[in-house]
């Protein structure tokens, strides 16, 4: 077994026995998804007052919250509608709390581009979760595209941890704008297929009708 599948074993070990806590203490999926909010903003404060590692630590735990709250859900057979709804939006405040640190830290140290893109990958990662939404309102899916949470969220840790963020805020205003246009060609050529099908099916029920 290698080094970094070791790391991911004992991780994975240490995350199953806290979902198990969770699921035995019979708390709410939905309590456990506020959570994550409320320790995601404490990393939000960190990252404003510029301590980047400490915030990057923190959020990590935040990112427990995260995984936990739709496999408890699952676990203790609460899964909603409300649920999935819930979640969707407090990941978004999440989201949107950690950029607005960013954006006062670089305010604080007059640092005037990095608040233009550090705003840039806020639009980004917004623009990259409502053409989701707003896509599978005609489509039946749309998960396409390389930059979801999870994977931008590991970036900024990665950045807090490193002390590399400029960096990173680099990376996520490219690759989130590429998957916002990703999921916008691959909606147009999904809507003009069904439409296509549409089209071809018509006829066919006109000619069952004259029977």
Known sequence: MTFTRSIGVVCGSIINLLIRAFTLSRIHPNLLTFLGLVINSIAA????????QSAALVLMA????????????????????????????????????LFMGLLVYYASINRFFYIVLTAIVMTGSVMVSYTRARAE??????????LER??????????GLTGRMAAVLWVLAVLSNLTVIHRM???????????????????????????
């Open 185 to 211: 060609i691959y909606t147009w050529q999904e809507t003009r297929r069904l439409e296509e099908a549409q089209l071809r099916a018509a006829p066919e029920m006109l000619s069952r009708d004259k029977r």
């Open 62 to 97: 935040g990112g427990i919250f995260d995984m936990a709250d739709g496999r408890v859900a699952r676990e203790t057979n609460r899964v909603t509608r409300f649920g999935g709804f819930f979640d969707s939006v407090v990941d978004r405040y999440s989201d949107l709390a």
């Open 45 to 52: 404060v960190l990252f404003a007052a510029g301590r980047f």
């Open 150 to 159: 999870p994977e931008r969220i590991v970036l900024i840790i990665i950045g």
């Open 137 to 146: 309102c005609t489509i039946p899916k749309c998960k396409v595209g390389f």
